[in-house]
């Protein structure tokens, strides 16, 4: 599956065991294909190096760098930008990527884009709603 994971997803996956973690490891093993724009990533490393995360530089380096390394970089077309879909507005870029990857699933905890569910083609979901889907694509029940 093509897939946006937010920020807060990313460094979930990064830093604690869960479903966060379980969806990444889909990524690292090829299962799934990440896309990331410039926007993303900003976001990223702005969220990574907040106090309350206690990372190192070696870990924020680290961490960077796998994102970079498994992730499809796109940019978003002016087409494709959004306005006004979410009650966040700095939330929309991953909308945006989303649209231009043409990918299946935005994978988020964050309200503000979970309560939107669907933008065109796309699905707004969490990490759990991920997994469960998967596994009920392997047992052939979907």
């Not at 206690?54 to 930008?81: C, W, Y």
């Not at 933008?119 to 047992?139: C, F, G, M, W």
Request: proline share 3%; hydrophobic share 40%; charged share 30%.
């Amino acid at each position: 599956m093509k897939l946006v994971l937010d920020a807060n997803v990313l460094i979930s996956a990064y830093f604690w065991r869960g479903n966060p973690h379980t969806v990444f490891n889909r990524i690292i093993d090829g299962l799934d294909s990440l896309f990331i724009t410039d926007e993303i990533v900003d976001e990223i490393g702005c969220v990574i190096r907040k106090p309350r995360f206690h990372a190192t530089i070696e870990q924020i380096n680290g961490f960077m760098a796998g994102v970079l390394e498994l992730g499809q970089k796109i940019a978003v077309s002016p087409h494709d930008r959004v306005i006004g879909v979410c009650r966040d507005p700095d939330d929309e870029k991953y909308i945006e990527c989303a649209v231009t990857g043409k990918v299946d699933y935005i994978i988020s905890g964050d309200r503000d884009l979970l309560d939107i569910k669907r933008y065109n083609d796309v699905r707004i979901i969490s990490a759990r709603e991920y997994l469960d889907i998967v596994t009920q694509y392997k047992k052939g029940t979907i």
